[in-house]
């Protein structure tokens, strides 16, 4: 190259007022072969970094929502009507050191006098900008040492002055932020920011602490590139005014296509922090170039892109184009498959294996040269005119680079090389800017994909043509991969107009938590063909039935769980997905005392002669207590009546819902031994919790439903296997093939709300890499959330008390018999009940096993949890739109329930039908109803009980 530098520039010198003395950068392009990269470190004054980088819009609140969306940034800052500033609001966004502003002009017409803008703005000129660019970047915002000496050195050396210096302090810690702009180039500014305010972006603008944290990766401006007439005079500009050096050129010959060209220069600070490629056309080829388009578009000079880097870019990827579809940002065309086939040729071994398949996977373009790797992708214009949009890379720098492509992998060294240089990892020494280069080896895929798309923006339309997005069969055939933007090839595109017309948009659903009830609901709103997702915590949803296998193979979950008589739900959800029966029989189950004695059995009561609900539970069990006796036994009756009287009158349910089990059944003068053997163990195993911490009128409506309204609500049986895989895995298959989404390691973290009262969307994070998505949706259904505590209704629901759980499975190296399958232990530590099974008679995946195999689960297990492993084997032997569900047969009609809640608010599709519990019989019926027409009379009469 020539670059004839005066040599008080060359070396740094400073002139008498602290900049460099006067020079005239000569230049004449040599291209990328003949450039030699030399940092005079010639700057005027000191620069450090990008600052921020300012958008102006039409709409500031939306397309800063469309941007923190599809980007993954956080909205930290804003300043409008709502913060007293009546010129204009602006939103801003950030994710690391990557801060972006949208700015929009409110009404010329309104009353000003008491706005108080955090700077000076002029609307008209606002507009002016808009008419004439669009959306498009108004400012670069820069650090310096000090932004009113940075203002006064580069307008003395001939930078054009658009704002002059102005102080502002933010008022809570006293601290300030000085700022001055030139001109960059057309109506784009390049802005001077100094000063110790360290609140978001500048003083003035209110601060969102609240807001939710949302990150994709991304982590600073790289660089920004710029477009002009004239390429020359340009930089010649830029190096006058601001002292900065050439980084990097390339003419028509490097990146050009057959059809069309451009000229680049890279211009930088002394850091090399702070990158400005600059391109001008080249005239006189088959096409126009894509950069004379861009000046035709953008009615002049200005930015056309901004380099987005991130540390992860396949990370970052997965989650930005998750998010193409549904108002994020789309891609330029992928590269051919004969780009990925010759790519190891030009970049050696520089990248593993493994990110070899993820970049062909994503469609990354890949680029080096002698100080490291780039990675890079480019979206499609960002708003409707072919002009700005953004790229996204990550440049792996120096030592890592050079030391995998030292050599091709041996075997000796095969799994160092696939581990690195891996994405994500710092690079070694420090990375150096624009390391990797620009991407001189993708220009001409990159351009082709440019003058391609601008094809489609035409000025001139002799006929119509229309897009359809495709149908959701062809969707689905084409495995959710199909894009609108693909969905029909245009002949001549330049001769016609397009349109699109989209088809009917699918109501968004999110349903958070994956039992029970998250995939009943689920289910249900698949069907009727909603756009459904769930979001579950744990990699494998599923709530406490997720099962997993040991490394030695076996089936585990936590607990085994019982389907009861009532069940009807779950048997016929299980019937309509035609999958293979998965229960056992019913099956007796024994009740054992602390001394090892058994106390009673509960039969099969379904096999037996079927008498009246309560006495067909005393006939035909009244042989089987071994060690109750029947006065102790008898001494239970009375307590019977509490189940006929919740719900007789106003506050009923509420004046049980006071006291505790224990203290009603003192109240019924239950024996200690009945207490002791039965109720209390019973309720151990079932409500996971003493009777001195159960609510009575739970206790009631448990005991009632599960054992007392019919003779056979206590026949349990159980799956032959984990819940997991033969009965979840086939469940959520069909979920799937019906449109349904499931994403396991998400948890919510964040939820965003409206003015009226309505959730607008929920934010996750990935609970393996920490990154969050915002998750849009016009109905939402959760099970318990920690998120939820911000609002009282559900704060009180978590301040119930937790329950600890123990559940072991032992593998005895001999066969042993149990005398039932299925018992509960009474009284087996303090205050903690449990339970024990025999699985090598219960699940047929043991019943090959040359020893028993048991489990045992413990419920209330406090006491327990700081046992060792060995101990314990040894011990063995207000939201409108938000609707929420439980966690089993409850769980799943609860999901059911909350579904046809966002059914009937949305108005798509029919209602689930819930299977209702067998009804009460006549006796109980008329014996409620009798205690009923009383306890109403009573309390009609005005007579009011002196006792508590």
């Known amino acids: 190259m020539v670059n004839e530098v005066a040599e008080a520039r060359g070396n740094g010198a400073a002139g008498a007022n602290g900049e460099a003395g006067a020079e005239v950068f000569n230049k004449k392009l040599v291209g990328c072969e003949g450039f030699q990269r030399h940092n005079p470190r010639s700057d005027l004054f000191p620069m450090h970094k990008f600052h921020h980088i300012e958008f102006w819009c039409g709409d500031a609140t939306n397309t800063a929502s469309r941007f923190g969306y599809g980007l993954g940034l956080t909205h930290v800052a804003k300043s409008d009507q709502s913060t007293g500033n009546h010129h204009f609001a602006s939103h801003v966004l950030q994710s690391g050191d990557l801060v972006m502003a949208f700015t929009a002009p409110y009404s010329t017409l309104t009353d000003k006098s008491d706005s108080c803008p955090p700077y000076e703005y002029n609307q008209d000129a606002a507009y002016e900008f808009l008419k004439k660019h669009g959306l498009a970047v108004r400012a670069f915002g820069i650090l310096v040492d000090d932004a009113a000496e940075a203002f006064r050195i580069s307008t003395s050396r001939g930078g054009d002055p658009v704002l002059p210096p102005w102080t502002r302090t933010d008022a809570a810690s006293g601290t300030s932020c000085t700022c001055a702009e030139i001109r960059l180039y057309g109506d784009c500014v390049l802005r001077f920011v100094s000063g110790d305010f360290q609140g978001p972006f500048l003083p003035g603008y209110q601060p969102i602490p609240d807001s939710p944290q949302v990150s994709y990766g991304l982590q600073r401006l790289d660089h920004a590139v710029g477009n002009v007439a004239e390429l020359i005079p340009q930089v010649e500009y830029m190096a006058a005014c601001l002292g900065w050096h050439e980084f990097a050129e ?29 391109n001008e056309p080249t005239h006189g080829t088959k096409r126009k170039s894509q950069i004379q388009t861009f000046l035709e578009q953008n009615e002049g000079p200005g930015l056309q892109h901004m380099a987005l880097k991130t540390d992860d870019i396949v990370a970052t990827m997965r989650q930005i184009r998750a998010r193409s579809a549904y108002g994020g940002f789309d891609f330029m065309p992928r590269p051919s498959a ?25 469609g990354l373009l890949v680029d080096k040269d002698d100080q490291g790797v780039l990675l890079q992708i480019f979206t499609k214009p960002l708003g409707d005119r072919p002009t700005v949009f953004f ?8 030592l890592d680079v050079q030391q995998a492509e030292a050599a091709p992998p041996t075997a000796a060294a095969a799994a160092a090389a696939q581990e690195g240089p891996r994405v994500g990892r ?12 620009f991407g001189k080896g993708n220009f001409t895929e990159l351009f082709k994909s440019i003058e391609e798309m601008q094809a489609l923006h035409v000025t001139s339309a002799p006929s119509a043509v229309t897009i359809r997005w495709p149908s959701q069969n062809q969707q689905a055939r084409d495995g959710g991969r199909a894009r609108r933007h693909s969905a029909v090839r245009l002949a001549a595109a330049s001769e016609q107009a397009v349109s699109f017309e989209p088809g009917p948009k699918k109501k968004k659903v ?9 995939f009943g609901a689920i289910k249900h709103l698949a069907e009727q063909g909603y756009d459904v997702t769930l979001l579950d915590a744990a990699p494998n949803p599923g709530g406490l039935s997720a099962g997993w296998r040991t490394p030695q193979g076996r089936a585990v979950e936590a607990g085994v769980k019982g389907f009861w008589y009532q069940y009807a739900n779950i048997f016929s959800m299980v019937k309509e997905l035609g999958i293979p ?7 007796t189950s024994g009740f054992w005392g602390s001394n090892g004695k058994l106390i009673t059995q509960a039969p099969v009561f379904s096999k037996l002669p079927r008498l009246p609900a309560v006495i067909g539970q005393f006939v035909h069990t009244a042989r089987l207590f071994d060690a109750l006796p029947l006065a102790d036994r008898a001494t239970i009756i009375p307590w019977l009546y509490s189940a006929i009287d919740l719900g007789s009158t106003p506050g009923s349910y509420e004046r049980y819902d006071s006291m505790t089990a224990l203290e009603l059944f003192r109240r019924y003068n239950i024996t200690q031994a009945a207490y002791e053997n039965f109720l209390k163990p019973t309720l151990l195993v079932g409500l996971f919790a003493p009777p001195e911490e159960l609510s009575a009128a739970v206790v009631i409506e448990t005991l009632y439903y599960y054992a007392l309204a019919h003779q056979s609500d206590f026949d349990v049986c159980w799956c032959k296997g984990s819940v997991s895989e033969l009965i979840f895995e086939p469940l959520i298959s069909s979920i799937r093939q019906k449109g349904g989404k499931i994403q396991g390691g998400r948890l ?13 969307a929920l934010v996750s994070r990935d609970t393996a890499t920490g990154a969050e998505e915002r998750h849009e949706a016009d109905a939402r259904l959760v099970q318990a959330n920690p998120v939820l505590g911000q609002r009282k209704e559900f704060r009180d629901m978590m301040n119930l008390r937790s329950i600890d759980c123990i559940a072991t499975r032992i593998w005895f190296d001999r066969k042993m018999e149990t005398r039932f399958p299925v018992n509960v232990l009474a009284d087996f530590e303090q205050d903690c009940g449990a339970t024990y099974f025999n699985l090598s008679y219960l699940q047929d995946e043991y019943k090959g096993e040359p020893g028993t195999v048991i489990a045992a689960d413990f419920y209330g297990a406090s006491r327990l949890l700081p046992l060792s492993d060995e101990d314990i084997v040894r011990k063995t032997t207000s939201f409108n739109n938000l609707f929420i569900a439980g966690d089993w047969e409850r769980a799943w009609v609860s999901g059911l329930a909350a579904a046809n809640l966002a059914v009937q608010r949305l108005g798509q599709g029919r209602l689930a039908e819930i299977l209702p519990v067998e009804p009460d019989e006549p006796h109980i019926t008329a014996a409620r109803e009798a205690n009923k027409a009383l306890k109403s009379l009573i309390y009609n009469s005005g007579i009011k009980s002196p006792f508590l």
Not at 345 to 353: D, M, Q, S, V, W
């Open 581 to 587: 029966w998965p229960f056992t029989d019913f099956e």
């Open 510 to 518: 999110l349903v958070v938590g994956g039992g029970w009830a998250g």
């Open 426 to 437: 710092a690079a070694v020494p420090a990375e150096v800017g624009g390391c990797g280069g």
């Open 338 to 362: 004969d780009y990925y086939r010759k790519l190891p040729g030009r970049i050696g071994h520089a990248l593993p294996p493994q990110l070899l398949k993820d970049v062909e996977e994503l």
């Open 391 to 398: 790229e996204i890379i990550q440049r792996l720098c120096t």
């Open 748 to 760: 919510v973290s964040g939820i965003e709300t409206n003015s009226s009262g309505d959730v607008t």
């Open 250 to 278: 390339f003419t028509a010959e490097d990146v050009g296509t057959v059809d069309s060209g451009l000229n680049s220069m890279v211009m930088a600070n002394n850091n090399e922090m702070i990158l400005l490629p600059v």
